[in-house]
């Protein structure tokens, strides 16, 4: 072959090549928006990881998407050298979310940080996010006074001094949400880190149990701590239920016993005459 | 002689290796790209749109979606023990933006002329406002259209909600003239739905999977998204936190957003009402009157369609 | 006994003539496309129809509700007027009792039409619920089949007796006279089961023939829709149905009088007769008209009023005065005469009074289903309004024709007279002349 077409074909396939590789990484790999939080819910530390990524202005949760955790382990102070210690993975679930659990043993008082990241995916974009944290005790009870319910919590750090002017939320499970409970939306917590909130309404329940959830949201130092407490003064109303009595609007095993008796008197008493006279046509059929 | 004839021997083993490198190299990398793709979820599947916890609407590969459904645990007839579903509709908020229509009619795969959802352009007299009401079943606990069923096919649970055996039903229609707020539908004819509809057993909770023809449909509060602790269609697609939708044995409803409201406050203090009280039905469905409205009546006329209640695919 | 021989040559069942068959054949005919349209309607649905959600009742109860108005004339002739001792009424007994019982069975046949899924009718026997009035609707009916059917049956014994022998000349059709006649003899046994029977029958038929059109009236009565919501219509459709039925037996006997010569039996007098208790019936009826329609009006409750503005003088007014006109008003003032009374004008504003009955029944179920308490709204532009479709009217037809082929092909077979009765007033007569003459 002549040398300026070998330059040629070796230009194309370079092209060819390049261009073919372009592809792979413009069309698949999509870059993941990620969130990491911690989340200690009653007592039980955990990362809570979520992705999503964005398409023609929609966002749609990253599902299946395998993440690699690492901890960060300070191997030298002074110099602030730190090592990634990989600790497991997680994988998200349909709405994009992951849940880690954390050993409580790999939690320090202060200056936690853990990494996540996105490696060998083939949908998405490698990336990382970290958390920095420090450790908080959330610990809620129930008193029962004489003026009614208080649900009472405290917020400390690992090392039992209180943290003051937090703000946590209390609220009551409900079906299909959280129900404020008290007056206020949320609750600062006083020099001991406490706050107290009084029940004043009646609370229902059918089973008489009211699941409380005592929150300290998304704070920047501690992350997110939640404690819940099981109350058992839910009052259940009195039910409307007709399905076991005898109503109009009730299946055919539940008929109102006038409804059953009356039309069935009728016709019970007129089918009997009616039976009566074809036996009178059959007395005319018979007589000699 | 020799150098040279070596050196052009090495020029060409060196050519012909960078070419084979190349040749390789691009091959390799085709053939990874060809398995990429055959092995991601592309483009090409089908989505689901679901809404988050946080409210956002998102969409989701149906290869992922898990059937949380567990129908062994309890009986469709008799529907929750120890629950009786209740909706607050807020007049104040709607702004006929139709969207709860739309995931209505989706969700159940209504392909008819007739919603089961609609949205009534309402104005009690000339001298007073006119305003947008939504209105569907209202699975009223003195249901006039139970109580004429003929066949037992239209049934009232424990849980409140008014449900339709497509299996049973005869098609007579007397339900359909008893109900004095017009939400019950007919099939006509042969339902035109989408494959889906018929994909798995039908069960009266789930009203339109499928659709009977022959058979009366009607707003069925959803009990295929309560087992899954999910709210009714209706409730999640509004833009506007119109619907809030609950258990009145907890006293509380919970409305689009997630914000729960004390049901009996709400009602007490906004000033609630029902449709057509005076008629004895007890419906489970409770209007707050608008007042305060956060849009002018106005508002709403964009998307006014008097002669149309369910999209065409043509026009989605 | 020239006379008993003529009688009886007079009043036996004949063969068709030549219109008769003509006529046969035109039934047949507009069956068959009934049976055509009713196919269709199965493998498309009641889509075929014009109803839709709002109008989602339409001609085919409107007719299912004449036909039961009209089963109430066997109650009406053959039990009423005999227990009341009215004797001039015997020679319609039998007619009023055959187009009672094909009636009764179209009335059946139209509401299955009407059925969505009309394959599940067993489930109303499998899952009836006795709180609801169409199950009290098809215990009723099905009871008032049977006792008009007993009715019809027991004064054909002896009649079908005499016919034994009459064509004894055909021995086949000789041979099922002599079965169904159950070997009636006439002796004095027989006639006291026969006679204690037929009272029974006429007593009990009563109670329930008012049973059978208050429950059809509960059908609408128990919803809460306007022109429906009325504690009046039991009785209102029971009057209604007195004179429908009269009607019908009017139309009826002109045309078997004519076809079968029977003017020496159906005569005169029972045109004139007849024509004084359709005078009677018609201002009952307009009177419980004039209850269901002006009270309501003096009070102008929202949708009452629209109700009966869109009847008064809205789109469906020229229907609603045409037949308070023609069907009710004008019939009593021509019947008033004696002219008015006689054979062919009775039999004219016979077909006035049933063609009038027939539309006052859709008047009664359309107008109110098209104003909805709520706005008609999110539907297309056709569902606002209802007129049956061609193959509505096709199927409609078709049950009118069922109906009149019931009667047709039953008197092919059954005397139009009763026989014997005749014969036994004949009797009785020339007793009296006799006992007058010894004076």
Redesign the interface.
């Known amino acids: 072959m002549k040398n300026k077409t ?1 330059i040629g074909l ?1 230009i194309v ?2 092209f ?2 390049f261009g ?2 372009q ?2 990484f413009s069309q ?1 790999l999509k870059p993941a928006i990620l969130d990491v939080q911690y989340l200690k819910s009653d007592g039980n530390p955990s990362l809570k990881i979520s992705a ?1 990524y964005r398409e023609d202005r ?4 990253a ?2 998407l395998n993440f690699t955790i690492y901890k960060s382990i300070l191997l030298d102070e002074k110099d602030e050298l730190t090592e990634d210690s990989l600790i497991g993975s997680a994988t998200t679930d ?3 979310l992951a849940l880690f659990n954390l050993q409580k043993n790999q939690i320090k008082s202060i200056g936690n940080t853990f990494i996540v990241r996105i490696e060998n995916s ?2 998405f974009e490698e990336d990382e996010e970290s958390v920095m944290f420090s450790d908080a005790k959330l610990s809620a009870s129930i008193e029962q006074e004489e003026d009614g319910n208080y649900i009472t919590a405290q917020l400390t750090d690992s090392e039992d001094n209180p943290l003051a002017e937090q703000s946590l939320n209390v609220s ?1 499970k ?7 409970v008290g007056e206020d939306e949320s609750y600062e917590t006083d020099e001991e880190g406490k706050i107290s909130v009084q029940i004043s ?1 009646t ?5 008489g149990k009211l699941n409380f959830e005592i929150k300290l949201d998304e704070n920047d130092d501690y992350g997110t701590i939640v404690d819940n407490l099981i109350g058992d003064f839910g009052v ?2 009195v ?5 076991d009595k005898r109503t ?5 095993s539940k ?2 016993l006038f ?2 008796i009356v ?2 008197l009728l ?1 019970i008493g ?2 009997f ?2 039976v009566l ?2 036996v ?2 059959f ?3 018979k ?1 000699k | 002689m020799k150098d040279s004839n070596n050196q052009e021997q090495r020029r060409e083993f060196i050519r012909k290796g960078f070419k084979f490198g190349l040749v390789a190299t691009a091959g390799g990398v085709l053939l990874t790209k060809y398995l990429s793709t055959s092995a991601s979820a592309s483009e090409s599947e089908e989505m689901v749109e679901l809404m988050t916890t946080e409210g956002d609407l998102v969409k989701v590969p149906k290869s992922e979606l898990q059937e949380h459904h567990n129908a062994s645990a309890y009986n469709p007839r008799e529907g929750f023990a120890d629950k009786k579903f209740v909706m607050v509709v807020d007049l104040a908020k709607c702004k006929n933006a139709r969207k709860c229509q739309e995931a209505c009619n989706k969700g159940h795969y209504i392909t008819g002329e007739n919603a089961w959802l609609k949205i009534y352009k309402m104005q009690e007299s000339k001298e007073t406002s006119p305003y947008w009401m939504p209105t569907q079943c209202q699975h009223c606990d003195k249901p006039p259209c139970v109580k004429v069923c003929p066949v037992d096919a239209t049934f009232k649970r424990r849980d409140g909600i008014v449900l339709i055996d497509n299996e049973r039903c005869i098609g007579c229609r007397f339900c359909m003239a008893a109900c004095p707020y017009s939400v019950r539908v007919f099939n006509w004819e042969e339902p035109k739905q989408e494959e889906q509809a018929s994909a798995e057993p039908y069960t009266p909770d789930f009203c339109g999977k499928p659709s009977v023809k022959g058979t009366v449909d009607k707003c069925d509060f959803c009990p295929h998204q309560t087992i899954k602790g999910e709210m009714p269609f209706c409730v999640k697609a509004c833009p506007n936190d119109v619907f809030a939708f609950g258990d009145m044995y907890e006293d509380a409803v919970t409305n689009g957003s997630g914000t729960t409201f004390k049901l009996s406050e709400l009602l007490k203090e906004r000033g609630a009402h029902r449709l057509m009280e005076s008629l004895g039905t007890e419906p489970s469905v409770y209007y707050l009157p608008p007042v305060d409205r956060t849009d002018d009546f106005e508002v709403g006329l964009e998307n006014y369609t008097p002669y149309e209640s369910v999209k065409k695919d043509t026009e989605l | 006994m020239k006379d008993y021989d003529k009688i009886v040559q007079d009043l036996a069942p004949k063969k068709f003539g030549f219109w008769g068959k003509i006529w046969v054949t035109l039934l047949c005919v507009i069956a068959a496309f009934a049976m055509y349209a009713y196919y269709q309607q199965l493998s498309q649905g009641l889509v075929i129809t014009h109803m839709r959600d709002y109008s989602l009742w339409g001609v085919y109860i409107s007719n299912f509700v004449f036909f039961v108005a009209i089963s109430l004339v066997g109650s009406l002739v053959t039990a009423i007027l005999r227990l009341s001792g009215a004797n001039w009424a015997t020679p319609l007994t039998r007619i009023s009792e055959v187009i009672a019982v094909a009636a009764i069975v179209m009335a059946g046949l139209t509401i299955i039409i009407d059925m969505g899924r009309p394959e599940r009718f067993y489930n109303l026997f499998i899952h009836g619920r006795l709180q609801s009035p169409i199950i009290w609707d098809v215990l009723v009916i099905t009871t008032y089949l049977f006792i008009s059917l007993l009715l019809l049956f027991f004064p054909l014994l002896p009649d079908f007796s005499i016919l034994k022998k009459y064509f004894k000349d055909k021995p086949k059709l000789s041979n099922w006279y002599n079965r169904l006649s159950l070997k009636w003899k006439g002796d004095d046994r027989q006639v006291k089961i026969y006679n204690k029977s037929i009272y029974t029958l006429s007593v009990l038929i009563i109670p329930v023939a008012f049973g059978i059109h208050t429950v059809t009236a509960w059908l609408f009565a128990t919803t809460y829709r306007p022109g429906w919501d009325s504690s009046n219509f039991g009785p209102y459709f029971i009057a209604g149905a007195f004179v429908a039925g009269a009607g019908a037996v009017v139309s009826v006997m002109f045309v078997l009088r004519k076809a079968y010569h029977l003017e020496d039996y159906i005569t005169d007098f029972h045109f004139d007769k007849m024509g004084k208790l359709l005078v009677l019936l018609c201002l009952v009826y307009l009177y419980f008209n004039v209850n269901e329609y002006l009270v309501p009006a003096y009070k102008t409750t929202e949708e009452e009023a629209d109700h009966l503005k869109e009847l008064f003088v809205g789109d469906y007014a020229p229907m609603f005065w045409i037949v308070i006109v023609f069907g009710l008003i004008v019939p009593v003032i021509a019947l008033l005469f004696k002219k008015g009374r006689k054979p062919l004008p009775v039999f004219i504003i016979g077909l006035f009074v049933v063609v009038g009955a027939w539309w006052k029944r859709y008047l009664i179920v359309t107008p109110t289903l098209l104003h909805p308490f709520l706005p008609v709204e999110g539907v297309p532009k056709e569902w606002h309004h209802y007129f049956p479709t061609g193959l509505e009217w096709t199927i409609t037809i078709g049950t009118l024709s069922g109906a009149l082929l019931i009667i047709t092909l039953l008197f092919r077979y059954l005397p139009v007279i009763p026989i014997h009765e005749t014969i036994e007033e004949l009797e009785a007569k020339h007793q009296l002349k006799a006992q007058k003459n010894e004076k």
């Open positions: 070998k070796t396939l370079f060819c090549l073919s590789q592809n792979i698949d999503k929609v966002f749609y949760p599902t299946g349909e709405a994009g083939s949908v009551l409900r079906l299909f949400g959280k129900m404020q309404d609370l229902y329940s059918k089973s259940a109303m039910s409307k239920d007709t399905f109009m609007w009730s299946p055919p008929t109102p409804a059953l039309p069935n016709l007129i089918w005459t009616l006279l074809l009178n046509l007395k005319i059929y007589s």
